[in-house]
């Protein structure tokens, strides 16, 4: 009996391998002499030339199966995007070796595959047999690439007169009808209008119902965590992480507040106005020591400390933002709004807010204070100041707030 039950569990097909990057790396030759006086100066001497190495990718290696969405994110210059590229196969590795299957539709620049000067007709048709479709097979496709790409009467037009949104609608339109394996979007989706948006995302859906693979950069972390089931974060050409969406946004947020912080060291940030400067802010729970994670009715206490150089201007404001990991704003307030009055202040004070019975949802939210006068206009910034952690609540619910549910069936 085990052993039938062993052979029908070795029989059940597993999910293919569609994109297997094993020990990649790619490496860019920076030169710095390209003006032509440098040229001139250097004539003869190219050995001469400086020359820096860069490191776009070093020693990545991950598997992507069939019917997974997997972001891709990281700052600018983490090398996501040559990733992409290099999985798409219009960069070749410096080492290492990417094997794909399947058919692969790209998207990673604005209007890559258009030529100015052909109609968007005609570019459809060329996009489309790049991308390995037969001409009849693009005619059958045609009046759905149109009517998707809402280009209506401009496709008889010279796409070097389209818009960007003109451009990237046309093309994204071309991508998804050639019924790809794997798609490859690289952060076009932004140029976009909102309606435009929403079409394409409700695409990426039906895609992921079908059980295509697609392969996302972006810095929308609204859509890391809403579209996809697996994220990959990058970081100085490396992998850091691979895994669940949520957690590698949570650490993205991580290693953007350590650059903040390194950039503050370094230039003294935030740069203090001629009023005033927020020195410093902390947070934490009532009767918790500071770094220990908040928990439902937790009284939260925000202290910031500012350094007037001149008077405060007469009846200014104290304001706090909390953000969450995806920079939505989770609450915020200001002295006004309270009712607290504050006038003329000068040297050094310190001020603090106290939230009473919060209630955040489970994550790591960022705290940032601001000083206005009473026209609004902003005289000190200190932007993601300082954090604080909420504990994990039980699973009963998600979101940026947490509120006990029940359910109960009415009778009919």
């Known amino acids: 009996m085990t052993l039938v039950e062993d052979e029908e569990t070795l029989s059940v097909p597993s999910t293919p391998d569609i994109v297997v990057i094993d020990n990649v790396s790619k490496r860019f030759v920076l030169r710095k002499d390209n003006s032509l006086k440098e040229r001139l100066v250097t004539f003869g001497r190219s050995g001469r030339r400086h020359r820096e190495i860069f490191w776009a990718l070093q020693n990545v290696s991950t598997t992507i199966q069939a019917g997974h969405t997997v972001a891709l994110i990281g700052h600018n210059g983490s090398g996501k995007s040559t990733l992409l590229k290099v999985i798409g196969g219009i960069l070749d590795p410096t080492s290492g070796q990417v094997s794909r299957r399947g058919r692969i539709a790209a998207l990673l620049e604005l209007g890559a595959g258009f030529h100015p000067d052909l109609t968007g007709r005609e570019n459809v048709f060329l996009n489309a047999s790049i991308m390995g479709l037969s001409r009849q097979e693009t005619e059958d496709q045609f009046e759905d690439i149109l009517s998707f790409s809402g280009i209506g009467e401009f496709i008889d037009t010279q796409v070097k007169f389209y818009s960007s949104g003109m451009y990237v609608r046309l093309a994204f339109a071309v991508a998804v009808h050639t019924n790809p394996d ?17 079409k394409c995302l409700d695409k990426i859906r039906s895609f992921q119902e079908e059980g295509r693979t697609i392969i996302l950069v972006t810095h929308s972390l609204g859509q890391v965590t809403e579209l996809c089931d697996r994220a990959i974060l990058l970081n100085k050409g490396e992998v850091v992480f691979d895994g669940e969406p949520r957690e590698a946004v949570a650490q ?21 106005t001629k009023e005033a400067k927020i020195l410093a802010a902390r947070a ?62 000068a040297g050094t004070h310190s001020m603090q807010f106290t ?50 549910p029940s359910f109960a069936v009415l009778g009919s």
């Open 252 to 272: 993205f947020r991580d290693i953007l507040e350590g650059r903040r912080i390194a950039e503050d060291t370094t230039s003294s940030a935030p740069a203090p």
């Open 355 to 404: 939230l009473h019975d919060t209630r955040f949802g489970t994550g790591k939210y960022f705290v940032n204070v601001s000083l206005m006068d009473s026209a609004g206009r902003h005289f000190a910034d200190f932007p993601q100041s300082c954090s604080f952690v909420v504990a994990n609540n039980p699973k009963a619910a998600g979101g940026m707030t947490y509120i006990e």
């Open 284 to 345: 934490h729970a009532v009767n918790r020591a500071p770094g220990l994670p908040l928990r439902q009715g937790d009284d939260l206490i925000i202290t910031t400390d500012l350094e007037f150089f001149l008077d405060a201007p007469d009846d200014w404001i104290c304001a706090v933002q909390i953000d969450n990991t995806l920079g939505q704003v989770a609450y915020g307030t200001t002295t006004k709004r309270i009712g607290i009055r504050l006038d003329k202040m």
């Open 182 to 198: 794997l798609l490859l979007v690289d952060e076009v989706l932004a140029v976009g209008d909102e309606a435009f948006q929403r």
